[in-house]
């Protein structure tokens, strides 16, 4: 299930939105679901730090003590559906990244959506 509360994530989990972590504990009980944060990538024309920084906001959510509002991987929407060497090299980068942070437990899934452009 991707989870998308702002076009990508709450920054801070404990002051984002409340019915986004008030149903994600629940989403997380069943076994057959797997929660996954949404990231845009614009087409891979959005900075790759922004990428990252968003990566790196979701994988944070497994931190939080409160309730188990973590992901298991990363949703990729906005990916572009033609190939050129810098587009397959942002796609790498950002796919390298995601499957190599911590914070999405046994999982790490990732996901692109190819889109227009």
Same mark, same amino acid.
């Given at each position: 299930?991707? #989870?998308?509360?702002?076009?990508?994530?709450? !920054?801070?989990?404990?002051?984002? &939105?409340? /019915?986004?972590?008030? +149903?994600?504990? $629940?989403?997380?009980? %069943? $076994? @057959?679901?797997?929660?996954?944060? %949404?990231?845009?990538? *614009? %087409?891979?024309?959005?900075? #790759?730090?922004?990428?990252?920084? /968003?990566? *790196?906001?979701?994988?944070?959510?497994? &931190? @939080?003590?409160?309730?188990?509002?973590?992901?298991?991987?990363?949703? =990729? /929407? +906005?990916?572009? *559906?033609?190939?050129?060497? +810098?587009?397959?090299?942002?796609?790498?980068?950002? /796919?390298? %990244?995601? $499957?190599?942070?911590?914070?999405?437990?046994? =999982? @790490?899934? !990732?996901? *692109?959506?190819?889109?227009? #452009?």
């Amino acid at each position: 299930m991707v #989870v998308n509360p702002n076009d990508g994530p709450v !920054v801070n989990s404990s002051t984002g &939105e409340a /019915d986004y972590f008030r +149903e994600i504990p $629940k989403l997380n009980s %069943y $076994k @057959n679901i797997r929660t996954i944060g %949404y990231v845009p990538t *614009n %087409y891979a024309k959005r900075p #790759v730090n922004d990428v990252y920084s /968003d990566i *790196n906001i979701w994988a944070s959510w497994a &931190e @939080n003590t409160t309730a188990d509002i973590s992901m298991q991987g990363i949703f =990729f /929407d +906005e990916c572009p *559906n033609t190939y050129t060497a +810098e587009i397959g090299q942002f796609m790498q980068q950002i /796919d390298t %990244y995601a $499957k190599n942070s911590t914070g999405f437990g046994n =999982f @790490n899934y !990732v996901l *692109n959506m190819p889109g227009g #452009v």
